[in-house]
């Protein structure tokens, strides 16, 4: 098992120790699995051209198995099958049942389902070389996946040293494909102690908790408000009726981006609006400006407005990216590197800044769903326009 932060090298790792197990294999059928099948072949297969297909070059071809996805490899000891599964559910776990694999591969294990997880080491059973690998990113050490099967297999290397458990940990300084100065400038953008850096970083598992941008700073995130000559203007939305309804107008100066006005409507204490009234309220934020793309909410409660937003405007939309760590991410990388400022107008968000909390009870990493919509609209914006991280990647 390989565990560490991003950029650590320890899934290339994985793949090289198990394409060269493979060649040898006394067994004909193997698995790759992730969170999705799509994550199984993004992150084994491809991999940053440095996966299972450059290993197998002239070697592997796509097709079919028993009406499953999989790759034929020609090795050293003949033709083998590797199946490709997504681990999210229980489907996956019913489309692998009944195999023999002879090794398994499972990339992020601990964002699968654990019944998939267990399904996969039982699948492996009656293996005549019996090998299963696991790459993850930390998460809090309450995590199911720590306590329901590592915390397991840690006590039985313990009790006995023939057990065939072996972890390494590993951190960016640990791939060696990237420079010192690479390293350094990744470093940077990077505020430590946050929650960010302890795991992405030193590859640390730490419990999600407290304020989700701890490291916001008022003098340094926010701004007087100006007339900057802004070169395009997006707005993000996070929709409410009886919570709150926010707009929030974005406008780019370089590589900057200024989060530029913002509307605010909690509907439970100040009574709810109409869809005609949140269009209005709208159509005032962005007063005479070109809206280059309009971020939508794409919950259940804003699908009528979002119809009349259609109907009635031509303003070019696109669907929120919402995933919630991913965009937490892209919103801390964006405002420790510089790239996001907060006009100091906008003064909900800024106070939401102060009560937007981790929900230290869930096993999981998610925040709790209340002082959340002003942030959300920010997360929306960040992780769908992808400026955040560009330079980084």
């Given amino acids: 098992m390989s565990e560490g932060g991003v950029r650590a090298g320890k899934n290339i790792m994985t793949i090289y120790t198990f394409c060269e197990q493979l060649e040898h294999h006394p067994n004909d059928i193997h698995l790759i699995a992730g969170y999705s099948i799509g994550n199984a072949g993004a992150l084994i297969y491809k991999s940053d ?102 915390n397991y297999h840690e006590e039985q290397q313990a009790k006995d040293p023939n057990y ?4 390494g940990h590993f951190t960016m300084a640990d791939n060696l494909s990237i420079t010192d100065e690479q390293i350094i400038k990744v470093l940077q953008s990077f505020e430590k102690g946050t929650l960010i850096y302890d795991r992405d970083i030193l590859g640390l598992r730490r419990q999600a908790e407290g304020l989700v941008y701890s490291h916001f700073n008022y003098d340094l995130h926010t701004v007087e408000p100006e007339d900057r000559p802004y070169q395009e203007f997006w707005v993000s939305n996070d929709y409410g009726v009886q919570h709150p309804c926010v707009f929030l107008l974005f406008g780019r100066v370089g590589n900057t981006w200024y989060v530029v006005d913002e509307y605010y409507h909690n509907g439970e204490k100040d009574g709810q609006k109409t869809v005609e009234d949140n269009y209005k309220a709208l159509t005032n934020l962005i007063g005479k400006r070109r809206i280059d793309t309009y971020v939508r909410d794409n919950a259940p409660i804003a699908s009528s407005f979002n119809v009349h937003l259609k109907r009635v405007s031509n303003l070019y939309t696109r669907k929120a990216k919402d995933a919630v760590m991913a965009g937490i ?4 990388m964006a405002l420790t590197t510089g790239k996001l400022k907060i006009n ?18 869930s096993d999981k990493d998610e925040p709790l769903k209340i002082n959340d919509d002003a942030w959300s609209a920010v997360r929306y914006f960040v992780h769908t326009n992808g400026f955040a991280k560009a330079d980084w990647k």
């Avoid at 002239?58 to 097709?63: C, E, H, L, S």
């Avoid at 065939?164 to 972890?167: P, S």
């Avoid at 107008?345 to 929900?359: A, F, G, R």
């Fill in 164 to 167: 065939g458990f072996n972890y």
């Fill in 329 to 332: 991410e892209d919103v801390t």
């Fill in 344 to 361: 100091r107008n906008c003064k909900k968000l800024i106070q939401e800044t102060s009560l937007y909390m981790w929900d230290s009870d």
């Fill in 49 to 150: 051209d440095l996966g299972i297909e450059r290993y197998f070059k002239g070697r592997i071809r796509v097709g079919k198995y028993e009406d499953k996805p999989c790759y034929y490899v020609y090795t050293a000891t003949g033709e083998k099958v590797i199946l490709k599964a997504g681990g999210s559910n229980k489907k996956g776990q019913d489309a692998i049942a009944g195999y023999t694999f002879g090794m398994a591969y499972i990339t992020e294990a601990n964002r699968c389902d654990l019944d998939f997880v267990q399904e996969v080491f039982k699948r492996t059973i009656s293996s005549q070389d019996r090998k299963v690998f696991h790459d993850l990113n930390p998460k809090s050490d309450q995590h199911p996946y720590y306590t329901d099967i590592l």
